[in-house]
């Protein structure tokens, strides 16, 4: 079993920036490609960056490319995404997720609890 905790969310104006963490404790976390997810009122979870195990392969979603950087710190088993340049459409509960580096939400074995952003025009 793996406990995925996000933190950080919060309301920002456009333009604005925000730093997310999952936290993530039992089964080890070293060895799992991680992923970060969002889903707006009404809409479908929807893929928005992953890494690998090593941190170093990571892919994102085009709407998020350029102004989003996926990371992790192994040591203190923590992912992070740090979102730059925000937009109103970035609005969503964003999850983190184990178990793949993939887009599909049907590869990833666990799930964090999610966290609201909500970013002001």
């Known amino acids: 079993q793996v406990q995925l905790v996000e933190s950080g969310g919060g309301l920002v104006q456009d333009g604005g920036s925000l730093m997310l963490s999952c936290a993530a404790s039992g089964r080890t976390f070293t060895y799992d490609g991680m992923g970060w997810f969002r889903q707006a009122p009404g809409k479908e979870r929807e893929f928005v960056a992953s890494?690998?195990?090593?941190?170093?392969?990571?892919w994102y979603a085009d709407s998020v490319k350029g102004r989003f950087t996926i990371s992790r710190d192994n040591a203190k088993s923590t992912l992070y995404l740090q979102m730059n340049s925000l937009r109103p459409e970035d609005t969503a509960v964003y999850y983190c997720a184990s178990g793949s580096t993939q887009e599909d939400v049907v590869n990833y074995d666990y799930w964090g609890q999610g966290t609201q952003v909500t970013v002001s025009s």
């Open positions: 890494i690998s195990w090593t941190g170093g392969s990571t």
